[in-house]
């Protein structure tokens, strides 16, 4: 009966990636995030469009929301032990619900946020590993969207390591790739020298990892 906890990780995790922080509060402010800043549904838009306070609450939320649920399946939920991936696929489906939220059309974050919010509840070492591609890329290329997409593409490989699970390493690897293909536009504004470095003013065209 392993597929019921499946189905139900799979359904449950991408109704929480659906709490989008950043649309709920333009919402109250009586705007459509979308249709302001870089039109993006994640923190560093929130950022822009409304403020630290929003933009710090928006990332908080969209790594706890996708920590919480696997951080409690690897550490004190009982599952049968033919559910050895659960908490990976309860992961990426938060992920998933947070890029592609039903009430949004679809058209929600970058996804970034949650995936080191998975990464913490899976393992704190992958968790660090994380961050530390994550600065080691950004200080190379001062692109934040191009830090992004490295640690994404990069971890699917670490996670593997830490795991020897070729399952979860294909998992990831597609994870990967939506994540990298959230970022389509940004890699068109590095080509073209649009794209704003890090350390510069963000302006409108943030590509912070939300």
């Not at 920590?67 to 992920?95: K, M, Q, T, W």
């Not at 992004?148 to 593997?160: E, K, N, Q, R, S």
């Not at 390591?161 to 970022?183: C, N, P, Q, R």
Request: proline letters at 2%; a positive charge.
């Amino acid at each position: 009966m392993s597929w019921i906890w499946y189905l139900f990780g799979i359904i449950a995790g991408y109704f929480i990636g659906c709490i989008n922080t950043g649309a709920i509060l333009a919402r109250l402010k009586g705007f459509d995030i979308r249709t302001q800043g870089s039109g993006n549904a994640g923190a560093s838009n929130a950022l822009v469009t409304m403020g630290k306070r929003a933009g710090v609450l928006t990332a908080y939320v969209d790594i706890m929301k996708a920590f919480i649920p696997v951080f409690l399946i690897n550490s004190f939920l009982s599952v049968p032990s033919d559910c050895r991936h659960l908490a990976v696929i309860v992961g990426i489906s938060v992920i998933a619900g947070h890029m592609f939220p039903f009430w949004l059309e679809f058209n929600g974050g970058k996804g970034f946020a949650s995936l080191l919010g998975m990464t913490l509840g899976l393992d704190w070492r992958l968790f660090l590993i994380a961050l530390g591609i994550l600065l080691f890329a950004l200080l190379l290329t001062r692109y934040i969207a191009l830090a992004t997409i490295i640690c994404a593409m990069v971890l699917p490989i670490c996670w593997y390591v830490l795991s020897h699970d070729l399952y979860e390493l294909l998992m990831f690897t597609v994870l990967g790739v939506f994540i990298l293909a959230k970022h389509i536009e940004n890699i068109h504004r590095i080509a073209d020298g649009t794209e704003i470095k890090f350390g510069r003013h963000l302006g409108k065209q943030s590509g912070s990892p939300d």
